[in-house]
């Protein structure tokens, strides 16, 4: 049975998911109302696709991510690799399951990653967030090493070292 407690926890984590679908898209105005969801001192850290990752810690680093993920869509990328000068394309983000488990909340998600060259893939992963009182204190979200197909995208001409670097990308972080 969800305490009240937890259910007022998977609300935040529901509204930093739609925050977190406007920033992908592009929309800036939304940062300030996601830096409300967070302690001032809280740390993202993202996890997997060797050895690329991230920690962003505190409350600015946290912004310049956002911003950073906002600016992303139609960002170059040279995928060294494979040798493709790409442009990411528009993001698809699916949240699949938000539950309370303890004191902390569990989501797990799919998104797909596409260039406007034709290029994408699908990656699935999953976020646990921790809290301080009512505010996130840290998100530590792991990302699938193993991308899926999407119909109408190549996926199989991409080097691992490249799937990581787009995945990434997509996030801001290379």
Not at 39 to 52: A, M, S
Not at 84 to 97: H, Y
Request: charged residues 30%.
């Amino acid at each position: 049975m969800k305490t009240d407690h937890g259910k007022k926890r998977e609300k935040i984590i529901k509204d930093f998911f739609g925050y977190l679908k406007e920033i992908h898209s592009g929309n800036t105005r939304v940062i300030e109302k996601m830096l409300e969801l967070w302690d001032d001192e809280g740390i993202v850290k993202l996890i997997g696709l060797y050895p690329y990752g991230g920690e962003f810690v505190g409350a600015n680093a946290i912004s310049v991510l956002y911003h950073n993920v906002a600016r992303s869509a139609g960002m170059p990328v040279h995928l060294k690799d494979s040798k493709i000068k790409a442009t990411l394309g528009p993001r698809k983000f699916d949240v699949e399951s938000i539950r309370s488990v303890g004191d902390k909340v569990v989501a797990t998600w799919r998104t797909e990653i596409t260039t406007k060259e034709g290029v994408g893939f699908e990656m699935s992963g999953g976020d646990t967030f921790y809290f301080k009182g009512d505010k996130i204190s840290r998100d530590l979200c792991t990302m699938s090493t193993k991308p899926a197909e999407i119909k109408g995208f190549q996926v199989g001409e991409l080097s691992v070292n490249d799937i990581g670097r787009l995945a990434l990308a997509a996030w801001a972080v290379v």
